[in-house]
């Protein structure tokens, strides 16, 4: 049993890239595991000096971890610390160590394991400098934005001026203008509001709402679009289905999923609009039979700044970061969003809320 015991020990010692140990404080004398040693690149010993181990600590760090086995030793607490470490092979790691500190036969006995968290440690580096980058990404588009902002309405201003004096021509000119302007506003407004969102200063105030009045109130926004591409609405809508939602904001969920199914639609083509509840959740779908996402693009389609945006049927342009905002506005309503999709057959959006009674 003991054989077996210690086979299991050694197992999880390398699985864990740890070792154990155990310290004599009174003599100063430390056995440890195989895989103790090793990680300190020292061939196994079946004792060693507490004090032959201090070199490998690193010198920044040498104080701190003195400070606190004092103060174990003093409050009988335990310790959970972390530091580095070079090794006899000049290899730095950084530790996870943790101890408890036993009476036995009148001594104070060391007990505990260190673990090799290297690689866990540059990992969450790695994602820190991420964040903190990605923070000052959005901070610096945020103040692009705004600063972009006035600048566009001037300009759509000047425009508006402009075309009650202009000929025929001119106010075609000036209506790519006003067309490329507002583009611009949309995706400036996007960008904004991206950034107030990934800050967490986006707050949305709920209310119990219909879901179904906000479908209808957009098909009713949309019928001019619908009617130039003559295209065919079949709606099969859940009677009263509430949900909690800030009716604004998921209003322009749906408009964007609407717009896209009208974008990419052929000419008479079907779009399909359903709602029913399934458990405990409110689903909503959105779909058409237009060209279709490649499974290349699926897996950006909800990226911010993915480059994927493509040309409608009748060459409308993709204006903004839709995708994006609607994903988010979704997770802040605690819902999910996901795309099915096959091209030259069409695309399905499903969107899942929790549902109320």
Known sequence: MTEHWNSLKNEIEEIANLGSFEANVRTGIIVASERFFKLFDLDFQTEMKIENLKPFIHP?????????????????????????????????????????????????VVSGVIQDITKIKKDADKLEEAVELSKLKNNALSHVAHDLRTPLG???????????????????????????????????????ELSRIEEGKYQIQKERVNVNEIINSELRASILKIDNKHLNIISNLQHNLF???NPMKFSRVIANLLSNA??????????????????????IKIKDHGIGISQERQKFL????????????????SVGLGLSIVRHIVELHDGLISVTSEEGKGTTFTISLPVLD
């Open 302 to 317: 909800f990226d911010k700044f993915s480059s994927i945006g493509k040309a409608g049927t009748h060459g409308e342009e």
């Open 243 to 245: 949900v909690d939602i």
């Open 154 to 192: 001037n300009i759509l201003g000047f425009a508006d001026l402009l075309t009650d004096d202009a000929n025929e021509y001119q106010k075609e000119l000036l209506g790519y203008i006003e067309e490329a302007c507002n583009n611009a506003l949309a995706t400036v407004t996007d960008l904004i």
């Open 60 to 108: 920044a760090d040498l104080d701190y971890v003195i400070a606190s086995y004092k103060d174990g030793f003093r409050t009988g607490e335990g310790l959970n610390i972390r530091y580095r470490i070079t090794t006899a092979k000049g290899n730095s790691r950084y530790i996870l160590n943790r101890t408890k500190f036993v009476l036995k036969d009148d001594l104070v």
């Open 262 to 283: 009208i974008k990419f639609s052929h000419e008479g083509g079907d779009i399909e609009l359903y709602t029913y509840k399934d458990i405990n959740a409110a689903v």
